[in-house]
């Protein structure tokens, strides 16, 4: 199985700088066995930190298998947060980052 908390801390080098030029925002994942994180987008850079840090434009709230499970592609997030196994605050700001950040 993926390591969720691995997957969190390798963003910054997945994000291309260009794609996030002029961006800011900050993202709270909540993933239960992995831990808590902040994920941070400004001044062209991803910055990842363990905890709940600032005030979040995003959050999200799930399980480290059922996280694993759709970064593989085996568990939709349309239907992990229909039947309650994904929670996402601000989903629409999260969409214009899951690409690049490789959750879809």
Do not use: C
Not at 45 to 73: D, H, P, Y
């Amino acid at each position: 199985m993926l390591d969720v908390k691995q997957f969190l801390l390798d963003l910054p080098s997945r994000v291309s700088p260009e794609d996030i030029q002029g961006d800011q925002a900050t993202f709270h994942f909540d993933i239960a066995g992995a831990g808590q994180f902040t994920v941070r987008v400004e001044n062209g850079q991803v910055s990842v930190s363990e905890g709940l840090s600032g005030e979040a434009n995003s959050s999200v709230k799930t399980s480290a298998e059922s996280f694993a499970k759709i970064l593989a592609g085996d568990l939709n997030p349309m239907m992990a947060m229909m039947t309650g196994k994904l929670s996402i605050r601000n989903p629409g700001e999260m969409l214009k980052y899951a690409k690049m950040f490789g959750l879809m």
